[in-house]
């Protein structure tokens, strides 16, 4: 390990406040692995994923434009996780570093949502456990538990600098009670003297915000939060469809970093664009086969390890029926790295996702566009592969 890594892996323990990891030599073994399989990606893995996302509900008080649960996708059930359930899901990943407590739904609708993170902060002590949430819901209560239950990051999705195209895209929000409740959120963490959790700022560029990435940094540097993210929209094929220029989004892209480096927002997750999107033989490669990030459904399903949800057409197992150690090298996960490792798409959802981003720029016409939803009702039709 070089020095400038070690010294980069410091510095996030720090930031992270899980200077305790030390004491649990057996997750640093397995992080350790883990990197290494990942950069060979075998077909059989021995180390378990150390990122875990874990959707607490899939219900949502909102319907963002570019949310695939806003599409009323078939088949497609709404739930929330059974504590019990929980503690057996999350008794399956002892390694696990990176927890972040989501899926497709809003996590703060949970009832017990801050029972489970203190519980995941018990069993995890040198987690780093993390939330995106659409911050609609964070009144002084929410505010308060958030400060104690044992959270590291919360990053509060806005997606807009100006009231109006906040309405367009965080459909059922409002703009005004959602900064309140920025300001509320950073005014108690003060007042409590509390280092975490770190309060982050989430703006995904979509069709109907261009132009507000630069005025959304400067907002972010007045509320005075830790960090911003900014992404740009997953079309996979869900229905979404990219209407901007790659010239727009670098623009703009531009525009902002110049501003963050003037403002001094630190940026944690900034889009790399270039060699994403304009490399038409970019090599079909996908971490989710090996569990980067891995995710597990509401209900225990693994439907691609992804943001996936249709257990119906891309069903790995479900976690509460059998264990992690079986799905994780079962037939079906070895069959889909195999393949991914020659360069082919192992499922149809993946063939479209913008992961490899062969058709975010081209036009639906001239692309064999079809959209998820169709997909996943022609699939539901077909007998799942065993
Ligand atoms: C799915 S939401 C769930 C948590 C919470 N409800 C929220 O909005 O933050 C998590 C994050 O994914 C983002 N997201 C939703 N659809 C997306 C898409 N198509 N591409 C990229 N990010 C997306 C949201 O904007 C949000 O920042
Ligand atoms: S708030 Fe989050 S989960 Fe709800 S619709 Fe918007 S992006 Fe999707
Ligand atoms: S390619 Fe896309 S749909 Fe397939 S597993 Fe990866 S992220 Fe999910």
């Known amino acids: 390990m070089s020095i400038g890594s070690l010294t980069g892996k410091f510095k996030k323990l720090q930031e992270n406040g899980a200077f305790n990891i030390l004491l649990h030599p057996k997750v640093i073994k397995n992080r350790l692995l883990y990197d290494k ?13 150390p990122g875990l996302g874990i959707e607490m509900t899939n219900r949502c008080n909102l319907a963002c434009v570019q949310c695939l649960r806003s599409l009323g996708l078939k088949p497609y059930k709404l739930g929330d996780m059974d504590f019990e359930n929980y503690k057996k899901i ?9 927890i ?14 801050f029972e489970i993170v203190a519980y995941t902060r018990k069993t995890h002590p040198w987690a780093k456990i993390g939330i995106y949430t659409n911050g609609m819901l964070i009144d002084e209560e929410k505010a308060r538990a958030s400060m104690t239950c044992g959270l590291t990051e919360i990053n509060i999705s806005i997606d807009a600098a100006h009231p109006d195209t906040y309405r367009r895209v965080r459909r059922g929000g409002k703009l005004d009670v959602l900064h309140d409740n920025i300001r509320r959120l950073i005014k108690i963490k003060r007042q409590m003297g509390a280092k975490f959790p770190k309060i982050g700022l989430n703006f995904v560029m979509v069709n109907e915000n261009e132009g507000e990435l630069v005025p959304f940094v400067e907002q972010a540097a007045e509320f005075g939060v830790d960090f911003i993210n900014c992404i740009t929209f997953a079309a996979y094929d869900w229905g ?36 994403r999107w304009t490399d038409p033989n970019r090599a079909f490669s996908c971490n989710f086969y090996w569990g980067e990030n891995f995710q597990v459904n509401y209900n225990g399903d693994i439907t691609l390890g992804c943001c996936t949800p249709f257990k119906e057409t891309y069903s790995y197992g479900n976690l509460l029926e059998t264990p992690f150690g ?6 079906k996960y070895r069959r889909n790295r195999e393949l991914s490792r020659q360069n082919i798409s192992p499922e149809a959802a993946c063939t479209s996702c913008d992961e490899f981003c062969k058709n975010f720029f081209v036009k639906p ?11 996943a009702v022609q699939r539901s039709k077909q007998p799942v592969v065993k």
Not at 90 to 98: G, K
Request: with cysteine.
């Open 90 to 98: 999350l008794a399956q990943f002892p390694y696990a570093m990176n």
């Open 326 to 331: 079986e799905i994780w090298n079962g037939e």
């Open 37 to 49: 399989e990942l950069a060979a990606r075998p077909t059989v893995m021995t180390a378990q994923p």
């Open 100 to 113: 972040v407590l989501n899926g497709f739904g809003e996590p703060m609708m949970h009832r017990q949502f």
């Open 365 to 375: 016409a001239e692309s064999n566009f079809i959209s998820i939803n169709e997909l």
């Open 240 to 275: 979404f469809k990219n209407k901007r220029t790659p010239e727009s989004y670098l623009t703009e892209l531009d525009a902002a970093r110049k501003r963050m480096e003037e403002l001094g927002v630190v940026c944690h997750s900034f889009p790399e664009v270039s060699t």
